[in-house]
């Protein structure tokens, strides 16, 4: 089936420092992933849609500054949050849509990575 | 606009007994789909079900029921005969227009105890 990784899965950095996730669609090609976050015992939330080869598109709210996505190939997304303070402390999951056109299990239905947990000190 | 509700927060129940979990959404699309997923304390979400908006029928499967009614706007999850690793936070959640957003609904926990 259709499946995506993040990578890693938590991580503990300090105050200042900048953070890089990566998110991979392993068996699947997607033009299209999206990152969210969530606070502890929160919904998720959509931070912003990943295009492959062009700029990501933000939610409202949402610094762009702050949290880089760089979608660089059809199986890669990764999300940078720059400057990182306690208050970026969160759960980030990325999903991608698998296409319509696919044969793959689940078609047209987001696949979600396993989370990564980060925590800023 | 676009809104998922599940208005139970948090939901307790023993072990055999059946749970409903239920949701209630908002759009002004009239093609759209709704979604439940299940987020066990790891932290990853596991897809459910997909059930787009002209098909109303019930599915179910195994102990998982899904009762879509789209005069009320509700897509309710019903779990029969439940157990322990049906512990987690089920979430709800609404794709609708173009591009794959999801909209998720605030949750429900759901705890079974033995």
């Known amino acids: 089936g259709a499946v995506v990784s993040q990578h890693p899965s938590w991580v503990i950095c300090k105050s200042g420092t900048s953070v890089k996730i990566e998110c991979r669609s392993l068996d699947f090609q997607a033009t299209t992933m999206f990152w969210y976050r969530q606070f502890p015992k929160q919904s998720l939330m959509l931070m912003a849609t990943s295009n492959e080869g062009s700029k990501a598109t933000y939610e409202q709210g949402v610094e762009k500054d702050k949290f880089l996505i760089n979608h660089a190939s059809l199986t890669l997304s990764t999300l940078t949050v720059t400057s990182a303070h306690p208050e970026d402390s969160s759960f980030y999951i990325c999903?991608?849509?698998?296409?319509?056109?696919?044969?793959?299990?689940?078609?047209?239905?987001?696949?979600f990575g396993a989370g990564s947990r980060l925590t800023v000190l | 606009a676009q809104k998922v509700t599940q208005a139970q927060t948090e939901i307790s129940v023993v072990e055999k007994e059946d749970v409903t979990l239920d949701c209630v959404y908002e759009t002004r699309d009239t093609t759209y789909y709704l979604f439940w997923y299940k987020q066990p304390p790891s932290g990853e979400l596991v897809f459910l079900i997909r059930r787009n908006s002209f098909d109303e029928q019930n599915e179910i499967s195994g102990r998982y029921s899904w009762n879509f009614q789209k005069s009320t706007s509700s897509f309710n999850f019903t779990i029969t005969a439940s157990q322990v690793v049906d512990s987690a936070v089920y979430f709800c959640?609404?794709?609708?227009?173009?591009?794959?957003?999801?909209?998720f609904g605030q949750g429900t926990e759901l705890s079974v105890k033995p």
């Open positions: 999903s991608a849509r698998v296409g319509s056109g696919t044969r793959l299990p689940g078609a047209n239905v987001l696949t």
């Open positions: 959640a609404l794709h609708y227009n173009q591009g794959g957003k999801l909209i």
